[in-house]
């Protein structure tokens, strides 16, 4: 088994002057993964129109290849996350398969559209985008706070759809507040009600195990270049045979109307070197030990939660079931609560303290978001606690 910790850190091209407590936002690539995107970049190289054409995908006006590059690694993919490759396409990140499913769908006057307030902004704002001009609105419902428990996020879920609901977008994990939502169970209820779900998992797949077909929603879009390992720009798009007819790409070419997944395999000339390297992200997850893996990156972010909130005298209330390998925990009063504190705070982390950290403004406060990843050990929060505490008054 691996040695997590910041002997791990060599493993990443993390600047290792920086405490690195981020990993969700963006990213970071390995060397390994990186390396090998390099080997199929060059792979390419040697003959780039013949491996465009005539390996990487089903094209409309080419001899196929018996096995698609990209069919291949979707296979590897869905192997890892409970889909069948045939299920799963590539897209550059989350909001393009988000951006995806909304443009496909038909929205009339009156049809709404559903996202919660722990919901990605963005997500929200290519919902409104699409619903201007149809009629159509977004409506967005408010959850209980961290430490309502599991019961309290389906119900409010719940109470929030409508006769008009045509689609609710729900995050798996959600970003600025980091709770695991028991989105089998808020699906469970959609169906009921007949209601579409698109579950953002943007944060799930190499974050924690993930069976998408158990799931059972209409759309699963991810992030593989988070906590999958894969280089950036990397998600995919998870659609069951069923939502796949009149799904577009976020990118029309050539493929219209010839089939999900030659529609997505093609979307212009593109560098596919993230999406084929895309399964040795999970293989380097693998090669750390997945079980472990989580159970120390869980270890790390509930343990440094309970660390920082008991050195600032603020309250952590998120039950650990919610709790993946993120923590958001409120800072204390005295450090403000306008967007421009946080920036401040979150500058001076970075640029005095050398801690890379979000510092989020919400619920009329300010919160600290801390990831946990291989290479963070558990003195690294409590650094942070002792950073923030100083700067108190
Ligand atoms: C929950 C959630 N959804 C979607 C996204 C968007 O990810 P991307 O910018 O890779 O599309 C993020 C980014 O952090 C996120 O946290």
Redesign the pocket.
Known sequence: MAQFGRAMLAEWPLDPDITYLNH??VGVTPRAVMAKQQAIRERIARNPAQFMFRELARLHDMPAPEFPALRAAAEAIGARVGARGDDLVFVD????GVNAVLRSLPWGPGDEIVVTDHG?G??ARAADAVTRGAGALVRTIALPRAGAGADAYVAAIVNGLGARTRLLIV?H???GSALVLPIERVVAECRRRDVPVLV?G??VPGAMPLDIETIGADWYVA?L?KWGMAPRSC?FLWAPPHRQSGLHPPVVSWGLDTGFTREFDWMGTRDPSPWLAAPAGFEFLESLGLDALWKWNHMLAWGGAHVMAARWGTAFEASESMIGCMATVPLPASAGSSPEDAQRLRDALLFEERIEVPVLCRDGGLWIRVCAQAYNEPREYERLAEAVAARRG
Not at 93 to 96: E, F, G, I, V
């Open positions: 969700g936002t990140n989350a909001t393009a990605y963005a997500l995050d994990v959600t970003s953002d943007a944060h992030n270049h998600g």
